[in-house]
């Protein structure tokens, strides 16, 4: 009698351990987060968000919990210049985990953080992880790396610290997207003039740099150390974003050595686009 009582405390024990467990739903709520990647010409922008979910946890002894964040990030293409119905391209990922903030690598390459690796996102295909190296050479403070433009070589500029770091600090990296290296290191004497940019980038074997005076007055853009790119306007705010350049709210285009900018003004900070202090195109 007492083997048949324990076995049968033994099943009921099974079956409230299998009726008794934690309740997990989760749930895709909607899209959020929208901000500006880049500028793939002087008419088409790329911005890019994430879909919100929600995930609530009821506990067999009455505990409840939420955790909330986001992903399926996703790219959209718009005409910044005319309002449309909606973007002219968009795809998105397949990720739970996301929500990340996506850089511009070349006019039509996007780019984030996946880990420590970097997930590479062309418009028009299916992105992809790289799986990539770090190593220094010549110094051994490194740095976060917040952009990455077109270089020398067919390699990537990659930034974020300080160019005019001294000692033993790194001033900049090289992501060579073949050996899938990102390099990290101090400016050599070729290159050293680069140390007052602000923003910095290659065409074929020329240097640009752009160098910011808070006013605006002084702020130039240089080709090589010593020659003058003439600009349209003053500007105290700018940078490359791809094959564009920024200057204040205008987005202009670099044409053998001429830099021609649109008319239509974005102040950065918004999802906005202006024209005679009008909004013409407002993203969503």
């Known amino acids: 009698m007492k083997k048949r009582w324990m076995k049968l405390l033994t099943v009921l024990a099974y079956i409230c351990i299998l009726g008794c467990g934690d309740r997990v739903e989760f749930k895709w709520v909607g899209r959020n987060n929208m901000s500006i ?88 295909e299916t992105a992809h992880e790289m799986r990539i190296s770090r190593k220094n050479e010549g110094c051994s403070q490194t740095f976060e790396i917040n952009r990455m433009h077109q270089w020398l070589d067919g390699n990537f500029i990659a930034l974020g610290g300080n160019l005019s770091a001294v000692g033993d600090s790194c001033q900049y990296a090289v992501l060579d997207t073949v050996a899938k290296t990102i390099t990290y290191k101090r400016l050599n004497d070729d290159l050293k003039w680069i140390e007052k940019c602000d923003d910095v980038r290659a065409w074929g074997e020329d240097v640009y740099c752009v160098i910011l005076d808070d006013e605006g007055e002084k702020s130039i853009v240089l080709k090589n150390e010593i020659d003058t790119i003439p600009t349209p306007r003053k500007f105290a705010i700018g940078g490359f974003w791809g094959d564009m350049i920024k200057l204040s709210g205008n987005i202009c285009r670099m044409n053998e050595d001429k830099i021609i900018c649109s008319d239509v003004i974005w102040y950065g900070n918004e999802l906005k686009f202006y024209h005679n202090d009008e909004v013409v195109v407002e993203l969503e």
């Open 37 to 124: 990647a880049g500028f793939i010409d002087d008419s088409l922008v790329v911005a890019y968000d994430c879909r919100g979910w929600l995930e609530t946890t009821e506990t067999w002894n009455g505990g409840y919990s939420e955790d909330e964040s986001c992903g399926h990030d996703r790219l959209l293409v718009f005409n910044y210049r005319v309002q449309e119905d909606g973007p002219r391209w968009s795809d998105s990922l397949t990720n739970k985990s996301g929500g990340y903030r996506w850089y511009q690598l070349t006019d039509s390459i996007f780019w984030c953080w996946e880990e420590k690796n970097v997930l590479l996102w062309k418009i028009g």
